[in-house]
């Protein structure tokens, strides 16, 4: 004979009862695990390591290493079992690229099926407490329509799998493809019915930025970085060596470094701008690693408080790397890196600069400014160029060049004389 659970029974297993909600203190907290996946540059973006019963959603363009990164993750994972579901690839295809990628482990176990019921028997039957599924826009039932691939579909497959990892206390990853905007194809409602959603960017080069835009156990806007090599994806663990460019000799004028901040920690890039003259007298922006209206908007206060026009230029601006960058602590080096360029005033040696600008030419203050400074010292760089105030909270510590305006960071970087060399109409 069945038995209702107690008011108290409910409350200590951490469940709502069917018949009336529970005190919020009554409720037992969860005791969700984290563990390693094996690769630390995916362990920053999840927060750590993979939850216990939770889901995540990983989508890329085609051939960018999703398959690459879950063969390598399922392989590197220990002390876990291990179900690879593939609805794309033969059993003979995951062993051919597990072969050349020079993986191996004896708790992985591969399933080609597209069938949703044939792949919930099996999750039953095995047990895994690793599920990977590339793709989830393979996968069909009977139960939601006879035509796979429909957004219904789509819903009720990620519906059933999460269910089943939260239910099993397993960690499951949902290979998902994108459309030619770069967002995750199908609804979008799967991305909310997921714990974590992690997107695969490539820039122009071998490197690979894994970013976070949900974490329900961890920080957003984490980036792991990749490089793609022969035998796979590996970690890139001095990011210096893609985002700044080593020379011989001064900077070349347009260029200018600056330690941004991601997730949670300090990466120094390089910014490289260009003007030249417009085609046809209309102005374009051309930019796509930082937005181009925020390029557009920090071209615009150099116009208004600087005297330096840009209405009559073409403006190209790029991040050596090809990470995309949307932190504010960019701002005064896009600004100093769009005067630069169009002046021809190259920047001093062993210089960075961070802050945000205001439409009043004001430098505002950036969040962990004493980190970044600290960062930059210990990549050679003597000198900072940054706001004159910091964020409430953050305590005072090395030393910086504090500025207050626009017009005071350029007199501080070029010299006051040379801020008066362009007039308005503009250097040549």
């Known amino acids: 004979m069945e038995v209702e659970a107690s008011p108290a029974a409910a409350a200590s297993s951490g469940l709502q009862r069917a018949d009336g909600p529970v005190r919020l203190t009554e409720v037992a907290e969860a005791q969700s695990t984290r563990r390693s996946s094996g690769i630390g540059e995916l362990d920053r973006v999840l927060g750590g390591g993979i939850m216990s019963g939770a889901s995540v959603l990983i989508g890329g363009e085609p051939g960018i290493g999703k398959s690459t990164l879950m063969l390598q993750m399922a392989a590197a ?119 974590t959603v992690l997107y695969f960017e490539q820039s122009g080069t071998d490197v690979r930025f894994l970013r976070s835009t949900k974490n329900r156990f961890g920080a957003t806007e984490e980036v792991g970085l990749f490089s793609m090599a022969e035998r796979g994806l590996e970690e890139v663990t001095d990011p210096a060596s893609v985002f700044l460019v080593r020379r011989e000799g001064g900077l070349p004028a347009g260029v200018v470094a600056a330690p941004v901040y991601e997730g949670s920690r300090i990466l120094l890039v390089e910014l490289q701008a260009l003007t030249v003259p417009a085609k046809s007298g209309v102005s374009r922006t051309f930019s796509d690693r930082i ?85 930059a010292r210990e990549m050679g760089y003597s000198r900072c160029i940054g706001p004159s105030h910091l964020r409430s909270g953050e305590e005072a510590g090395e030393e910086w060049q504090r500025v207050a305006t626009i017009s005071e960071s350029i007199a501080a970087v070029f010299g006051t004389e040379k801020t008066r060399r362009p007039d308005r109409a503009g250097a040549s």
């Open 291 to 375: 937005d181009a209206s925020r390029v557009s908007r920090i071209a615009a206060v150099l116009e208004k408080h600087v005297g330096l026009r840009f209405s009559d230029q073409d403006v190209y601006v790029n991040v050596a790397g090809g990470m995309r960058i949307t932190e504010v602590g960019v701002e005064l080096p896009l600004a100093l890196a769009l005067y630069s360029a169009r002046t021809g005033l190259p920047l001093p040696d062993a210089t960075i600069v961070t802050g945000e600008v205001s439409l009043a030419g004001e430098i505002r203050p950036v969040a962990h400014l004493r980190r970044r400074i600290r960062t």
């Open 77 to 195: 994972v220990t002390g876990r079992r291990v179900l690879y579901i593939s609805g794309e690839e033969s059993a003979g295809q995951i062993r051919a690229r597990a072969d050349r990628l020079g993986v191996t482990s004896s708790d992985l176990e591969v399933l080609c099926e597209t069938d949703l019921s044939a792949i919930t028997h099996s999750l039953n039957k095995i047990g895994p407490t690793l599920v990977i599924v590339d793709s989830i826009q393979t996968l069909h039932s009977e139960d939601a329509g006879p035509i796979p691939g429909t957004v219904n579909q789509i819903k009720y497959c990620c519906f059933e799998i999460t269910e089943w990892a939260r239910n099993h206390n397993a960690g499951v990853f949902l290979v998902a493809h994108v459309t030619k905007e770069g967002s995750i194809a199908g609804p979008k409602l799967i991305e909310h019915m997921v714990d």
